[in-house]
């Protein structure tokens, strides 16, 4: 092993859930549906959860991995006239610090023709990336606006590492979505997740 390995000399699982069993200890604002016949956290819009945990082992790192699902019709950085379709902002939490500030686009873009684009997996505001940047899976049935149609929801396998050793810490995820032109903006585009793992590392 490289002398510029990590040295992960103890991992500790401190949270594991696939929501299957409806399961929503220590979790604020939880949500479950069911989605491509799985069950998932969510769907949201302008709302989120949040995750409380207490008593961690010791640890330097706190490493959390999620499957994130972008349904319907995000458009990214878009900010549409007076605000109106966008930007379509999506954030990571941890402790009331930011770790993720990003923007999705769920757009189907054509070949020549402008496709407004999407932060992730930068930041935003960031204009480099094309829409669906990043993605996992880009073959998913939408949830509702776009129910089954293939392409209407995407999926991201999102992963941070984050310098951490209180005892204590507070998830995040919520959103900051903008559809001032729908009667329904929950059926217009949403997010959801699963399979949501933190791991303490002790370096």
């Known amino acids: ?8 000399r103890n991992q500790a699982e401190v949270y594991n859930n696939d929501f299957e069993q409806n399961n929503l200890v220590g979790i604020s604002g939880g949500e479950i549906e069911t989605f491509n016949n799985s069950k998932v956290l ?14 961690l082992p010791e640890h330097d790192l706190i490493d959390i991995s999620f499957d994130l699902y972008i349904h319907d019709s995000w458009e990214g950085n878009k900010p549409g006239q007076d605000d109106v379709e966008g930007p379509d902002i999506w954030q990571l939490l941890v402790n009331n610090t930011v770790y993720i500030n990003t923007t999705f686009s769920n757009i189907v873009c054509q070949p020549g023709y402008f496709c ?13 990336n094309n829409p669906k940047s990043g993605v996992s ?10 129910a089954g149609v293939i392409g209407g929801t995407s999926l991201y396998k999102i992963s941070k590492q984050i310098r951490h050793s209180d005892k204590q810490l507070l998830l995040k995820c919520l959103d900051k ?20 793992k933190i791991k303490a590392i002790r370096l």
């Open 42 to 55: 969510g769907r949201y819009n302008n709302g989120g959860f949040e995750l409380s945990l207490t008593n």
């Open 177 to 196: 979505l903008v559809q001032k032109n729908v009667a329904d903006p929950k059926c217009d585009e949403s997010w959801s997740i699963d399979n949501l």
């Open 1 to 8: 092993m490289g002398a510029c390995a990590k040295d992960y």
């Open 116 to 128: 407004d684009p999407q932060s992730y997996p930068a930041n935003y505001p960031n204009y480099n």
């Open 137 to 146: 899976n880009r073959n998913l049935p939408g949830a509702c606006s776009m």
